[in-house]
C-alpha cells in the first residue's frame, strides 16, 4: 500500500512538474486575451483621432473664413454671408450652419454681458435663430474684453458630427469665433442702421 501511495505521488509530482514547465499553447492562450484589448484600444484610438481631426478642420476653417469676413470694407450682405458658409463647406469638407453676429459695448465693462448690444445677428436660410442680447449667455466665453464703444464680430460654426464608433456621445461640432472687423470700426449688414 506503501509502495503504491509512493509511485502515485511521484506520479502527480511528476505530471505536476511537466505541466509547470510545458509552454506549448500559452501563445494561443495570450493570444485570446491579448487580440480583443488591442482591437478595442485601436478602434478608441481611431474614433478620438477621427474626432480631433474633424474638430481640427472645423477650427481652421471658421478662423479663415471669420478673417475674410473681416477685412470686409463695405457693409456685408446675406448673399455674401451665405457665400462664405458655402466657402466654409467646401474648406472642412462637411455641411456646416453659421451665425455671424455684430456686437457692441455701449457701457459697463470691459468683460459681462453687461453693456452689451447685439447691432444684427443673420444665419443663411435662417437655420440658426437670430442672436439677441438676451441669447448672449450662449457665448460668453466667447466675447473677449471689450473697450466701451468697441465692436466685435461673432462668427459661430456648427458642424453636424457622427462619430465613427458609440465610444463617443457627440453629435455636433461648434467652433466660435470672435474678431474685430480690420478696417471699419463696425461691420454693418446691408438694411440694417449700426
Not at 478595442?40 to 477650427?59: E, L
Amino acid at each position: 500500500m506503501k509502495m503504491l501511495l509512493s509511485s502515485a505521488k511521484e506520479s502527480i509530482k511528476g505530471a505536476l512538474r511537466r505541466f509547470g514547465t510545458d509552454t506549448s499553447g500559452t501563445l494561443l492562450a495570450e493570444t485570446m486575451f491579448i487580440v480583443p484589448v488591442m482591437a478595442m484600444g485601436m478602434t478608441g484610438f481611431f474614433a478620438f483621432w477621427d474626432a480631433y481631426q474633424t474638430q481640427n478642420r472645423v477650427q481652421k476653417g471658421a478662423y479663415a473664413v471669420s478673417d475674410m469676413l473681416s477685412r470686409e470694407m463695405i457693409p456685408a450682405t446675406p448673399a455674401f454671408l451665405t457665400g462664405l458658409e458655402r466657402t466654409l463647406e467646401y474648406l472642412i469638407g462637411e455641411d456646416a450652419r453659421i451665425r455671424v453676429t455684430s456686437i457692441r459695448r455701449v457701457s459697463d465693462g470691459p468683460l459681462g454681458l453687461k453693456g452689451l448690444d447685439v447691432l444684427w445677428s443673420f444665419s443663411p436660410a435662417n437655420v440658426m435663430p437670430p442672436l439677441t442680447e438676451t441669447a448672449l449667455n450662449q457665448i460668453e466665453g466667447d466675447i473677449p474684453m471689450m473697450a466701451i464703444g468697441s465692436n466685435m464680430v461673432v462668427f459661430e460654426v456648427v458642424v453636424p458630427y457622427s462619430p465613427v464608433t458609440e465610444i463617443l456621445e457627440i453629435d455636433t461640432i461648434n467652433e466660435t469665433v470672435a474678431m474685430r472687423p480690420r478696417f471699419l470700426p463696425t461691420l454693418c449688414l446691408t438694411g440694417v442702421s449700426c
